[in-house]
């Protein structure tokens, strides 16, 4: 990912049998699969398929890497989209007992912030909200139940903050930079590597809210280059979008 290797295939022949060590136990234990035994091949595979979808989760693949080896198609074949599959893959029945949980000990501010993003969220009309308050005013409370809401109810939120460790208070909790990618590098026309087609684009037309923390410690021209290219992925031929911020997505600062 960083492209700080110059031999990935020779680290890759070296290390793969340290790389599965824990490929037999998932499948015994955790997958709940006793007893099965994998030859070489199987293994090797499996390693590469878990590395091929931490990769794509970064918006990277194994094939960029044009000396390195490759899992079957077979094997890959259910994760076409593996960042949509992981923004399915939460309990909504347990995030509903959370929400009502976390909803009863509203304050009325906190009430009326969330009954906004949320009608925002439902009308699909889009808007753009920027929620401040000094620490323990209990902002991270209101991400949480914003989240438990939307994804409760099957639809997709992305949680991103400016920082890594304000980003660990999230659930399923990225940085701007690593989820967006972001140019580290950034100027007045910058643009977010994110190709059109792409599973991350798939992503971000899908996604029904996106909630940013610790904004103000990212250059504006972050959220310029983010707006022009929600615009650019999101913009149906009619233009119909293409005035409204960050393409008419519900963002929350």
């Keep these: 990912m960083s492209e700080s290797m110059s031999r990935p295939e020779f680290v890759w022949e070296t290390m793969w049998t340290y790389l599965s060590d824990?490929?037999?136990?998932?499948?015994?234990?955790?997958?709940k699969h006793p007893g099965l035994e994998l030859n070489e091949e199987q293994l090797r595979n499996l390693t590469l398929f878990d590395i091929e979808k931490f990769l794509l989760r970064n918006n990277?693949?194994?094939?960029?890497?044009?000396?390195?080896?490759?899992?079957?198609?077979?094997?890959?074949?259910?994760?076409?989209?593996l960042l949509l599959s992981e923004e399915l893959a939460y309990y909504k029945v347990m995030l509903a007992q959370?929400?009502?949980?976390?909803?009863?000990?509203?304050?009325?501010?906190?009430?009326?912030?969330?009954?906004?993003?949320?009608?925002?969220?439902?009308?699909?009309?889009?808007?753009?909200?920027?929620?401040?308050?000094?620490?323990?005013?209990?902002?991270?409370?209101?991400?949480?139940?914003?989240?438990?809401?939307?994804?409760?109810?099957?639809?997709?939120n992305l949680n991103v903050a400016s920082?890594?460790?304000?980003?660990?208070?999230?659930?399923?909790?990225r940085t701007a930079h690593s989820r967006f990618h972001i140019p580290i590098n950034l100027v007045?026309?910058?643009?977010?590597?994110?190709?059109?087609?792409?599973?991350?684009?798939?992503?971000?037309?899908?996604?029904?809210?996106?909630?940013?923390?610790?904004?103000?410690?990212?250059?504006?021209?972050?959220?310029?280059a983010l707006d022009r290219s929600l615009k650019d992925i999101l913009t149906p031929a009619s233009g119909a979008f293409s005035d409204l911020p960050f393409g008419g997505k519900v963002i929350v600062f």
């Design 22 to 31: 824990d490929i037999l136990y998932r499948h015994s234990i955790v997958l």
């Design 60 to 81: 990277s693949s194994l094939k960029t890497f044009s000396t390195m080896s490759f899992p079957n198609k077979d094997s890959i074949s259910s994760t076409n989209n």
């Design 188 to 224: 007045e026309d910058s643009y977010c590597y994110i190709k059109p087609n792409s599973d991350l684009a798939c992503l971000l037309k899908e996604t029904s809210l996106i909630i940013w923390d610790e904004a103000p410690m990212v250059h504006k021209h972050g959220f310029e």
């Design 163 to 173: 920082c890594e460790i304000a980003s660990l208070l999230l659930s399923g909790g």
């Design 98 to 156: 959370e929400f009502e949980q976390l909803f009863s000990s509203f304050t009325e501010e906190q009430h009326s912030v969330y009954e906004e993003i949320i009608e925002a969220v439902d009308k699909n009309k889009g808007g753009v909200f920027f929620v401040y308050g000094y620490g323990g005013t209990r902002k991270t409370y209101l991400w949480k139940t914003l989240c438990a809401s939307i994804r409760s109810q099957g639809k997709k």
